[in-house]
């Protein structure tokens, strides 16, 4: 091989090491800046539960509560600039493939294009808010409403909405399985962590899981509910759907534990950040 096919493989190397840096940061920022939000969403409906009737367990509370803080505009431009970071890496799995032999098959890679128009969309709704150009994409309940509102106008708008609704529960049980059967296992670089850390990595994950497949399966069931009734005021964002936990037979407990376990999450997004493989 001569010396200018030499240079040009060192500088594909050097490029491959270059953007693989540049990703693994990406994903790492991004999982910071989900536990960040979920820890402080976990937060606020633990307040809810124990009597602070105002306050706003969302994204948008928890970026009101970050707002509030001094230098919370920092703190949000380093949240949304995070985000981003998490959107570009979903970005790169649908081009180039994730990680794992089933990286590179077609579901993997339109799951992650999914994940980065989500998180594209978030990114963008925290920027603005710490710009001073947004409010940070309004509370989930009216978000939620007014567009159950738009679908139910349309033709076989029930059945759209249902059929969503359907999907939502079958997503947060998809995900509280997972999260049971500790199936982020093969996600993790475990053999790096000392046996108390797996423990307590595991004590987050399925405990954050659960909380967090439980409120996805509940806000499905509401949208199914406002489907049915063709009502969409029965649909609800996560602030309504965490405080009708709060109404159910077992009490203001429930609340108190997915309130918890979506703290847990929050936790288990930083230690994602740390030991996820990218």
């Excluded at 799995?93 to 294009?113: D, I, N, Q, Y």
Aim: glycine share 14%.
């Amino acid at each position: 091989m001569n010396t200018s096919a030499l240079a040009h493989d060192g500088k594909t190397e050097a490029r491959r090491a270059a953007r693989g840096s540049v990703v693994k940061g990406a994903a790492r920022a991004g999982f910071t800046a989900r536990g960040v939000i979920y820890l402080l969403v976990g937060m606020l409906a633990l307040q809810i539960a124990f009597g602070e009737r105002g306050r706003q367990a969302d994204r948008q509370g928890a970026l009101g509560e970050i707002a509030e803080k001094p230098f919370g505009a920092v703190m949000l431009w380093a949240l949304g600039i995070g985000l981003a970071g998490m959107a570009l890496w979903r970005l790169s799995e649908a081009v180039f493939g994730a990680a794992g032999p089933e990286g590179r098959t077609a579901k993997k890679r339109l799951l992650a294009l999914a994940r980065c128009a989500f998180y594209s969309f978030v990114a963008y709704s925290v920027l603005a808010l710490a710009a001073g150009s947004g409010s940070g994409g309004g509370s989930s309940d009216k978000q939620s409403k007014d567009v159950t509102a738009r679908l139910l106008e349309v033709p076989a708008g029930q059945w759209i909405v249902g059929a969503a609704g359907v999907g939502i529960v079958i997503a947060g049980l998809w995900i509280g399985g997972r999260a049971v059967t500790r199936a982020y296992h093969d996600k993790l670089r475990l053999g790096e962590m000392s046996p108390r850390t797996r423990r307590l990595v595991d004590i987050t994950g399925v405990g954050g899981g659960a909380a967090r497949g439980l409120v996805f399966a509940a806000a499905g069931a509401f949208a199914v509910r406002a489907a049915a009734d063709y009502d969409p005021d029965h649909a609800k964002g996560l602030d309504d759907t965490l405080r009708s936990f709060a109404h159910t037979p077992a009490g203001p407990g429930l609340l108190v534990c997915v309130a918890a376990g979506l703290v847990l999450f929050g936790l288990f997004s930083f230690a994602m950040a740390r030991w996820r493989k990218v």
